[in-house]
């Protein structure tokens, strides 16, 4: 950008890195509303952190509620939330941290951005494919009754769309797999990532 010159700063994000004892990256945790992103993302963060893994959680409460909070939820707006999201992430990933985040992030163009912003490298998508029905069922915060009757408009996977992960890195199915299987499952994806044993 013009007037910008980049500060080469003297501790880069693999000095970090090796202070710390492990990688840095993101877990990316994306799903429909509903299909136990957070959950599963706290509970992931939570075995990675008893591991004394640096991390950070970003989600929903944690950017509109400061950051964002300026964003509504416009197709143009929500894909400015998410470049935010990555651009804040990116600098935890230099810090040294790792990134847990959580969010519906429905569109391939979207999340094809994020990974280039973060890195591929520094990616791991997690789709947390629970269906629509199942999601409805549960509706803990009642926003797909809310979708339905049209109090809530351009809600994803009512009247927005939600485009699958053609290839994600993990895929969790939590109308098959029990929970404590799932956050096993990730962490032990996340051992070689991160260059440490989290058994």
């Not at 599963?40 to 591991?51: G, H, I, R, S, Y």
Request: net charge neutral; charged share 35%.
């Amino acid at each position: 950008m013009k007037n910008i010159t980049p500060h080469n700063f003297y501790i880069d994000k693999e000095e970090r890195n090796k202070q710390n004892g492990h990688n840095s990256l993101v877990v990316w945790f994306t799903g429909l509303s509903g299909s136990g992103k957070s959950t599963l993302a706290n509970q992931v963060e939570k075995k990675l952190f008893e591991k004394g893994i640096k991390t950070f959680s970003l989600d929903g409460d944690n950017i509109r509620s400061g950051l964002n909070r300026d964003l509504g939820f416009s197709p143009e707006e929500r894909e400015e939330n998410l470049r935010r999201i990555a651009e804040v992430a990116k600098l935890f990933i230099k810090a040294g941290t790792v990134v847990i985040a959580s969010f519906i992030s429905p569109l391939k163009k979207d999340r094809d951005r994020l990974k280039e912003i973060v890195g591929v490298e520094n990616f791991v998508e997690v789709f947390v494919n629970t269906s629509l029905e199942e999601c409805e069922r549960r509706d803990v915060k009642g926003l797909y009754k809310k979708a339905r009757s049209g109090e809530i408009k351009n809600f994803t996977g009512i009247d927005a769309p939600y485009e699958n992960p053609i290839d994600p890195e993990l895929k969790i199915n939590t109308e098959e797999e029990n929970l404590e299987d799932a956050i096993k499952r990730i962490v032990l994806h996340l051992q070689d990532k991160l260059k440490i044993s989290v058994q």
